[in-house]
């Protein structure tokens, strides 16, 4: 988060500020804040950065209230898997070294390059 930009930080610490108020202090909170962040940015690296558009970046992000505390899906850690075609996952893989990604689908090539960044 601190080499995120002004407005990443902002986001998650007013989201987490207002799930505390509401919530109490906890994980609970801690889920909401990182959920509204990875709505408006994606982990490029070592830091976050805007998204084109926002949304859900993966299918446990989707999901809201009582199903997504129950549910257990995948987060992929910040990569932008709803957002990004396979085409553009396997370009960022590529650069960033990955082996065999051309044979890898969509959330494998979000995998991998979870564990480049």
């Not at 558009?53 to 549910?71: C, H």
């Not at 590529?94 to 480049?116: N, P, T």
Request: hydrophobic share 30%; glycine share 8%.
């Amino acid at each position: 988060m601190k080499r995120s930009d002004a407005k990443a930080q902002r986001t998650f610490v007013e989201t987490h500020a207002s799930a505390e108020e509401q919530y109490g202090e906890g994980e609970r909170a801690y889920r909401t804040a990182w959920s509204a962040l990875k709505h408006t940015h994606e982990k490029v690296g070592d830091h976050w950065e805007p998204k084109a558009e926002p949304g859900p970046s993966d299918p446990q992000a989707a999901l809201s209230g009582e199903q997504a505390r129950r549910a257990e899906k995948e987060t992929f850690g910040g990569v932008d898997v709803l957002g990004h075609t396979r085409q553009e996952l396997y370009e960022r893989a590529r650069s960033l070294g990955v082996k065999r990604a051309s044979r890898m689908a969509k959330e494998e090539l979000a995998r991998a390059i979870q564990r480049k960044q």
